[in-house]
């Protein structure tokens, strides 16, 4: 039998703890040492909910860890986007033809905490209260911080690092040997706000809202306020809630956070450019002050791995803006990728690791540029007649010849296709759909058959496997 070697992780978040799960079910030994202190202890819950849209990706890898059920259990279905223009109407825009294609939001921490129960059930061990502050890779140590500051080294087995945009074992690679780290603010920031359940708003507003049961709004969408150079959007929470957030320019010309310097001014733009939000949050000044403003960055790495000696995976490798709702679905594809490389050959971490990054690097740079695409795509181009265009004759198509036409936003979220797959896809079928729409901008009036053959010729069918591999 082959020697498993133990596995230290770093970081016992979303990915680390799936991560730690999936390893010590195919035999490894793992430890996870994380900063926070156990959010399972008293004195966790009950702090502000934030919630992340789940899809195929995301559930496939919680199917390998019998985890997707128990997780579902908990999450919201949410069948399409509900754009709420800015005079007020809005509209759901259907994500599949049926209920066999929805997204689901899962609260972050209910979800980090079924994560944890299950990796220790699997026979991790976990450490809170515990974080890194530096490693010797040529001693095979990590030196650890306990929460009064008191410093220890510890002998580590394989390092992984699971800790996130920031991670510090990243910093700690990085200072060995350059990873050639390269780091794209985005210059948006994003605030959290809440949606309180139906019954926490005043009737009225309960009954000019339409009364949705204890939602004030649809809770079966991702809800989206696109405003040309910024957004809302808001995820419903299984209790009634939903948690809103507003993505907006850090700096420059109004509106910026830079030029919303105190509460009313934030209140007065959000009067003026969300009047249908505004009243479905009543704590919007204690929320918009004590909520701190998120900062949004893309992370390229040139190498994501020292040696044979430790790996970054999830955000720690490549964090991206989140407006595809695909950074937490990405790590857990890498966590399925990792798991099956190590438990077939558990004695070459350093050909595992130089794999890991050969399958994963190029998807993950592709779901980064995806990500960056839809946000210009979320805010402006909801208005823009020719994307407009694109997009029925795209559907028309979709519908003509599913073969030879998927739209590519159902490709990341629907299938499994790696991602740099659904982004080269999605530029063939983009330049296609641009060509005919040069000779007839109508997408109403385009010849469909003409069409379908000349998607049929320029592009090879889809794979046939499409949401199982
Ligand atoms: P994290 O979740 O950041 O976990 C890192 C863990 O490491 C934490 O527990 C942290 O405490 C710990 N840690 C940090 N430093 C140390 C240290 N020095 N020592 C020990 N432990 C340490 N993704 C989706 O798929 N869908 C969405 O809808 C979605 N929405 C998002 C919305 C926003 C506003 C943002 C910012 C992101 C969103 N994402 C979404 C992305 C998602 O949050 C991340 O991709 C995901 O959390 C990454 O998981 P991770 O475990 O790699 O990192
Ligand atoms: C999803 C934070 C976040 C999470 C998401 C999405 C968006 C916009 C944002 C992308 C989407 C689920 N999206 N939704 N509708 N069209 N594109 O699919 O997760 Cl901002």
């Not at 070697?5 to 016992?12: D, E, H, V």
């Not at 350093?350 to 795509?377: K, S």
Request: proline share 6%; charged share 20%.
């Amino acid at each position: 039998m082959t020697q498993r070697p133990s596995i230290t992780l770093i970081g016992g978040g979303l990915v680390g703890a799936l991560l730690a799960r999936q390893l010590a079910r195919r035999g490894f030994a793992v430890e996870v040492f994380e900063k926070r202190p156990n959010p399972r202890h008293a004195g966790f819950l009950g702090g502000r909910s934030i919630n992340l849209a789940l899809a195929e990706r995301g559930l496939q890898a919680l199917r390998t860890a019998e985890l997707a059920d128990e997780v579902l259990q908990h999450a919201v279905m949410m069948r399409g986007r509900m754009v709420h223009a800015p005079d007020g109407t809005r509209g759901l825009q259907r994500y599949g033809v049926d209920d066999s294609e929805v997204i689901w939001s899962a609260s972050r921490s209910a979800l980090n905490m079924l994560l944890l129960d299950a990796a220790e059930a699997s026979g991790v061990r976990f450490h809170f209260g515990q974080s890194l502050v530096d490693a010797d890779f040529t001693q095979g140590r990590i030196r650890l911080a306990d929460e009064t500051g008191t410093t220890r080294w510890h002998d580590a087995g394989l390092l992984i690092g699971a800790d996130g945009a920031g991670s510090a074992l990243r910093t700690a690679m990085n200072a060995h040997a350059p990873l050639g780290e390269r780091i794209e603010p985005l210059g948006h920031g994003y605030k959290e706000l809440e949606i309180p359940s139906a019954e926490a708003l005043s009737p009225g507003l309960l009954h000019a809202s339409g009364g949705q049961g204890q939602f004030a709004i649809e809770p079966h969408a991702l809800h989206i306020w696109p405003r040309g150079g910024y957004m809302c959007i808001a995820l419903p929470n299984a209790e009634g809630s939903f948690t809103v957030t507003l993505f907006l320019p850090a700096h420059g010309a109004y509106p910026s956070f830079a030029t919303l310097p105190d509460v009313a001014a934030a209140r007065a733009f959000f009067a003026a450019d969300f009047p249908d939000l505004l009243p479905l949050v009543p704590r919007f000044d204690a929320d918009f002050d004590g909520h701190p403003t998120g900062t949004l960055s893309t992370l390229y790495l040139d190498r994501w791995h020292l040696e044979g000696r430790a790996l970054l995976v999830g955000d720690a490798a490549h964090a991206i803006v989140p407006f595809h709702g695909q950074g937490m679905n990405c790590g857990f594809e890498d966590t399925v990728t990792l798991t099956e490389l190590l438990a077939a050959t558990p004695g070459d971490s350093a050909g595992v690791f130089a794999e890991f990054q050969r399958i994963r690097q190029p998807n993950a740079n592709a779901i980064a540029a995806m990500a960056l695409e839809n946000y210009v795509e979320m805010r402006d181009s909801v208005a823009d007649p020719h994307y407009l265009a694109k997009r029925a004759l795209g559907a028309k198509l979709a519908e003509r010849a599913p073969q030879h036409f998927m739209a590519r936003y159902r490709m990341v979220t629907f299938t499994h296709l790696p991602y740099s797959y659904a982004l080269e896809r999605g530029r063939m079928q983009d330049a296609l759909l641009e060509d005919i729409l040069r000779d007839t901008p109508d997408a109403d009036a385009v010849d469909l058959d003409a069409a379908a053959r000349m998607l049929q010729a320029r592009l090879s069918p889809l794979p046939a496997q499409l949401r199982h591999e």
